[in-house]
C-alpha cells in the first residue's frame, strides 16, 4: 500500500503562483509514474501534468506554459509549481501514484486532494 500526501494548497490571487508538493510513503518500492489531476465543481476530474521515473512529463493542454511538474531522484515526491494562475485553475488538486511490481501488477494511489482557489 502506498500512502499519498499532498500539501501546498491556499488561496491565491490571478496572476498568483503556488507550489504543491505530494509525498508517497509507504510501498515506495516500484513507483514508476506521479502526477497530479484536479476537479473543479461539476466538471470531471482532469490531468494537469504526471512525470515518470525517467523524467518524461506529461502536461494538459490548459496549463502548458504556466506549470511545472518535477520530483525528487528517490521518486517519492512530486511537486507543481503553478505560475499565472487564473480563476479557472480553481479545484481540488489530487495527487496521483503508480506502482507496479511484478506480484502486484499496477497499482492507483490518490491522496486525499488539496483546493487551489485563485480569486481577487
Known amino acids: 500500500q502506498v500512502h499519498v500526501v499532498e500539501s501546498g494548497g491556499g488561496l491565491v490571487q490571478p496572476g498568483g503562483s503556488l507550489r504543491l508538493s505530494c509525498a508517497a510513503s509507504?510501498?515506495?518500492?516500484?513507483?514508476?509514474?506521479m502526477g497530479w489531476y484536479r476537479q473543479a465543481p461539476g466538471k470531471e476530474r482532469e490531468l494537469v501534468a504526471d512525470?515518470?521515473?525517467?523524467?518524461?512529463?506529461n502536461y494538459g493542454d490548459s496549463v502548458k506554459g504556466r506549470f511545472t511538474i518535477s520530483r525528487d531522484n528517490a521518486m517519492t515526491r512530486v511537486f507543481l509549481q503553478m505560475n499565472s494562475l487564473e480563476s479557472e485553475d480553481t479545484a481540488v488538486y489530487y495527487c496521483?501514484?503508480?506502482?507496479?511490481?511484478?506480484?502486484?501488477?499496477?497499482?492507483?494511489?490518490w491522496g486525499q486532494g488539496t483546493q487551489v482557489t485563485v480569486s481577487s
Open positions: 496521483n501514484v503508480k506502482r507496479y511490481t511484478m506480484s502486484a501488477g499496477l497499482g492507483i494511489y
Open positions: 509507504g510501498s515506495i518500492l516500484g513507483i514508476n509514474a
Open positions: 512525470i515518470t521515473r525517467g523524467g518524461v512529463t
